[in-house]
């Protein structure tokens, strides 16, 4: 499969170029107000995580704005875990873990729950980064037919 | 609005039966990928959009990731014959568990009408409590931070687990980067090029 290797043509590499922008703002706006309509975190995650999919696609595995985001793709995943683990356990300087310690503002307005939206955020970037790696894995695992089995672990 | 619900179960249904009968794998993943379409308008109808938001993100990348895993193996077909015990024993469990689903239906309080308590406390508490005027997430990430967390760990140990199991296809590692300087890890050069390591 040729296009693995060396992505689809220009006009499709261009055109997922300026896709992938939207989609992304479409996938943090789909997390950021999580709280106030259908959808959260980990609708907007799956989301961003296809346009990088997509982007794979075009581009194949060796450049394009997806090679940028597969090699930050294991932070990523980590700020978004401690993130919410950290919300979490700021809870306790108020009362209790997991305890929405920041302020509210009005209702029905993104501030109304802040706690919410950056839970809301820490997953988005969880599941981005989570989906996108698991498909890279199933990708890199498809290309390497015969693994090698002297070698301890790689290691 | 019901005969459009059973319409449109019927259809997934007969998708569902569709897509394990196929015997080319492409069109069996394709065929599943309309089924969960279908799932999302359903769950749309049923006054869930949340839960249809993510189906349909979901089944877009899920079918994405299974026709990107299926095209080296798609002219394979996929099945054989069945022998007449096999047959037997799915009828069997079939009828056996429509019958259990049935029972199990009729004992459920009415679409919309829920007994227990605690889902009516949500629905008049929720926005004030939390200040999320969707109740989902205020229920989600709030009322039930503890599931998420679990389930973000959940997502967490797995992917770092593939990721760990992958290492010596995308030549991550001390030996890895060792090896390849700063290169992307995106492209693990194939196994084959690989000097085998004693």
């Known amino acids: 499969m040729p296009s693995d290797r060396d992505g689809l043509s220009v006009i499709v590499q261009v055109v997922t ?9 479409y996938g943090f706006g789909v997390a950021f107000f999580g709280h106030l309509t259908p959808g959260g975190g980990f609708a907007g995650g799956v989301v961003i995580a296809c346009g ?6 075009a581009f194949g595995g060796r450049s394009g704005p997806a090679a940028a985001f597969h090699r930050r793709v294991a932070s990523l995943e980590a700020a978004g875990a401690l993130t919410y683990l950290g919300m979490a356990a700021i809870g306790w300087t108020v009362g209790h873990f997991m305890q929405a310690w920041t ?3 009005a209702d029905f307005t993104l501030a109304s729950a802040p706690f919410l939206v950056v839970l809301n955020l820490a997953i988005l970037l969880k599941v981005g980064a989570g989906l996108f790696a698991g498909f890279m894995v199933l990708v890199l695992f498809d290309r390497a037919p015969a693994a090698p089995r002297d070698g301890k672990g790689g290691g | 609005m019901d005969a459009i619900l059973i319409g ?13 009968e196929m015997k080319n794998l492409l069109s ?13 308008i359903l769950f749309l109808l049923l006054g869930a959009p949340d839960i249809a938001i993510t189906q349909v993100v979901v089944e877009v990348i899920v079918v994405t990731v299974m026709i990107r895993a299926t095209t080296r193996t798609a002219d394979e077909e996929s099945g054989r014959p069945r022998s007449l015990a096999t047959v037997v024993a799915g009828v069997g469990a079939m009828v056996l568990l429509v019958g259990v689903a049935v029972a199990a239906f009729a004992a459920l309080p009415a679409f919309g009408a829920a007994r227990a308590v605690p ?3 949500y629905l008049t508490h929720a926005q004030r409590a939390t200040g999320a005027a969707n109740v989902v997430t205020s229920i989600v990430l709030d009322f039930r931070g503890y599931d998420t967390l679990g389930e973000a760990t959940v ?3 797995a992917i770092a687990s593939a990721l760990v199991l992958a290492r010596h296809v995308t030549g991550d590692g001390e030996s890895g980067r ?7 890890p995106a492209d693990a050069p194939p196994a084959g090029e690989e000097a085998p390591r004693a």
Do not use: K, N, Y
């Open chain 2, 28 to 40: 069996a993943v394709i065929t599943v990928g309309v089924v969960g379409m279908g799932l999302s």
């Open chain 1, 17 to 25: 170029r300026w896709i992938l922008v939207l989609i992304v703002v």
């Open chain 2, 119 to 121: 889902s009516d406390w």
């Open chain 1, 52 to 57: 990088f999919v997509l982007a794979t696609l």
């Open chain 2, 155 to 157: 997502i967490l140990v």
């Open chain 1, 103 to 105: 302020p509210r503002g």
């Open chain 2, 178 to 184: 060792a090896r390849r300087g700063a290169a992307a």
């Open chain 2, 8 to 20: 449109l179960a019927a259809f997934l249904l007969l998708g569902s039966v569709a897509a394990l």
